[in-house]
């Protein structure tokens, strides 16, 4: 079975910093990786997943990530953030369930907390 | 695009109580329906699944129950709920994930008190 480790419980940064949110999976098989977005009291949004092809991938409201396989991990970083940007974000990789039937794993959650 | 529907929005009930949660789905059609639970600090834990009407898989052992009685149509059920049932229960939907990953409802905030 699929497995996704968030590492960071919690990253509070200030505006207009960077960020990187680590997030590392375990596997035995291809992988398809999945970063959400989830806003207080609401579901979650998709920013941006990785399938195949060019490792690095970009996604909604200026993120991206880089599918590293040597290191099983799909890190995800936006340059400069907002306020607008504090919100909770999880990291989730595919499971095939049989035929194309599929489920994803989610990690614990990052919850980010922009400040002025 | 789908879009889905879930209510109530919050909900508080007494111990003991019956539970029925409602999620609909409109936009696409023969989804697969997903219902997950997100307690604090423990992230999102899949509760149940369902390839197709009728269909319900169960992740875990628990005082909860799925139905799939229409194509669009997912509701999650308790007989009497409990304590440890409180937390934020989302329903998703996915139509070929690997190109759209899962749509999300709302969510519903169910308090047992």
């Known amino acids: 079975a699929q497995s996704v480790t968030q590492l960071d419980s919690q990253v509070p940064v200030f505006e207009e910093a960077p960020v990187e949110l680590r997030c590392n999976y375990s596997s035995s098989v291809s992988v398809y990786l999945f970063w959400y977005v989830q806003y207080p009291n609401q579901g979650l949004q998709l920013l941006l997943k990785y399938l195949s092809g060019s490792t690095l991938v970009k996604g909604i409201n200026g993120f991206e990530a880089e599918f590293n396989k040597s290191q099983t991990s799909f890190h995800l970083r936006k340059p400069s953030v907002h306020i607008s940007d504090t919100a909770e974000y999880f990291c989730a990789v595919s499971d095939e369930d049989g035929g194309s039937n599929y489920k994803l794993t989610f990690g614990k959650g990052t919850l980010l907390t922009v400040n002025p | 695009s789908q879009t889905i529907h879930q209510w109530p929005a919050t909900l508080v009930q007494p111990v003991g109580s019956p539970l029925s949660l409602e999620c609909t789905v409109e936009?696409?059609?023969?989804?697969?329906l997903y219902w997950y639970r997100q307690a604090a600090g423990r992230g999102l834990q899949l509760l149940f699944y369902s390839v197709g009407i009728g269909q319900i898989s169960s992740e875990v052992p628990q005082n909860l129950s799925a139905s799939r009685p229409q194509d669009r149509q997912f509701i999650l059920s308790s007989k009497k709920l409990l304590l440890s049932d409180s937390g934020f229960y989302l329903c998703a939907s996915s139509r070929q994930i690997l190109t759209y990953g899962y749509t999300f409802g709302s969510g519903t905030r169910l308090t047992v008190v």
């Open positions: 936009g696409t059609s023969n989804p697969n």
